[in-house]
């Protein structure tokens, strides 16, 4: 009768593997890790690929999504105080230079600008009067030197009759002594070297006035001259200064009429019809979305190799990654973000941490991709830098 065979147990199993340790495995297990070193293989070549990509080309690539577009908006205000007549466009509308903004009321400006050309008239005839009154000046100096010549001559006149009456009058008294000589000669006598003594004293003073009427007349022709000295009547200082204030009127009334300093989009109108507005306040902005640039806000390691010229692409978050914009960086900014805050970072403490701080850089954009698709201010902006791509001078902006 035979033996019945026996079924292995798990302790023999366990005993046969050890002692049997190369034996080939079952065919499932063969395949699946097979299949398990395969995909090691790939992770292991697609991990040294992307090593060895951000060896060669990821060093040469700086990426941040901390950039905003950012445009130089022009802030429209009042030059003068008025009322505002009529106010023709509106947040969001589109503008061209050169549009009409804001219309304020020209009465006061049109009233000034009268009063200024009437000035100028009076001074134009003013100036006129100063050339006319020279030749009269000129004269009359003329005239006072004859006077005085006139009076020297009686003076010389005077002094002579003096002489002759004094000399008649010793005469006589000497005579008068042996009685050649009545008392009614002497007295006579006595009377004429009175007379010439007057006479002689009215010629002197009348020299002297002579003396000081052309002296004032020569102080007025000069004080005249002056006025007229080295010019015309166009080119007078008096004409000038009220031509100016003509200018300045006509300046005046044309800025009652406010218009777009470039083409844009009104953002911010703050002015209504009827508001009665200083000169100086605020009426809207305008953003030249044509000329937009995108601020880029950098870490401080990343910005080692980063040039102006270099070459930029940008993606936007209002068109998505399809739409992709070039531009070129055009400088970087004189200090980080924090260093300009409104209250910059105090390091000098008791506690401080180390933060990696961002510095802004300036990046210009196509113009000719902002016109097919524009940007507006504050717009988010994904900005990759090629800083290994030779520095090309910036484009310009419209």
Not at 78 to 85: A, F, I, P, Q
Not at 149 to 171: H, M, P, T
Request: hydrophobic share 45%; proline share 4%.
């Amino acid at each position: 009768m035979s033996t019945p065979s026996r079924l292995p147990t798990p302790s023999e199993d366990i005993i046969e593997a050890t002692i049997h340790p190369l034996a080939s495995p079952a065919p499932g297990r063969s395949a699946r890790g097979r299949l398990f070193a395969g995909l090691g293989a790939v992770v292991l070549l697609a991990g040294l690929g992307y090593g060895g990509y951000s060896l060669v080309m990821g060093r040469r690539y700086v990426s941040t999504d901390n950039a905003y577009v950012n445009a130089d908006a022009a802030q429209v205000t009042s030059s003068l105080d008025g009322t505002v007549r009529s106010v023709p466009v509106v947040d969001t509308q589109a503008v061209k230079k050169g549009d009409v903004l804001v219309v304020i009321d020209d009465t006061d400006a049109r009233i000034a600008l009268a009063q200024a050309e009437a000035q100028l008239g009076q001074a134009e005839r003013r100036v006129r009067a100063y050339f006319a009154n020279d030749g009269a000046l000129g004269a009359q100096v003329a005239a006072r030197e004859a006077d005085g010549a006139r009076a020297e001559a009686q003076l010389l006149s005077a002094q002579a009759d003096y002489d002759r009456a004094r000399i008649d009058l010793d005469r006589r008294k000497a005579l008068s002594a042996s009685g050649a000589v009545s008392g009614e000669e002497l007295t006579s006598a006595q009377n004429a070297f009175a007379t010439a003594s007057a006479n002689l004293a009215v010629a002197k003073a009348t020299r002297a006035q002579a003396v000081a009427n052309r002296v004032a007349a020569q102080g007025s022709q000069k004080a005249n001259t002056v006025l007229i000295a080295d010019s015309t009547v166009e080119t007078n200082p008096e004409v000038m200064a009220a031509r100016a204030r003509v200018d300045q009127a006509k300046v005046d009334l044309g800025r009652t009429v406010v218009r777009a300093p470039f083409d844009g989009v009104v953002a911010r109108r703050q002015v209504q019809v009827g508001q009665r507005v200083k000169a100086d306040t605020m009426l809207m902005s305008v953003v030249p979305v044509a000329q937009a640039y995108v601020d880029a806000n950098f870490k401080e390691v990343q910005l080692a190799k980063v040039r102006a010229g270099q070459p930029v692409e940008l993606t936007a978050d209002l068109y998505g990654s399809d739409v992709v914009f070039h531009g070129q960086v055009a400088g970087l900014a004189g200090g980080t973000g924090s260093a300009f805050a409104l209250i910059p970072a105090q390091n000098a403490t008791g506690n401080w941490i180390k933060v990696v701080q961002r510095v802004p850089v300036r990046v210009l954009l196509d113009p000719s991709e902002l016109a097919v698709h524009p940007l507006r201010v504050g717009l988010s902006m994904n900005v990759t830098i090629d800083t290994g791509a030779p520095a090309a001078p910036a484009h310009g902006q419209n």
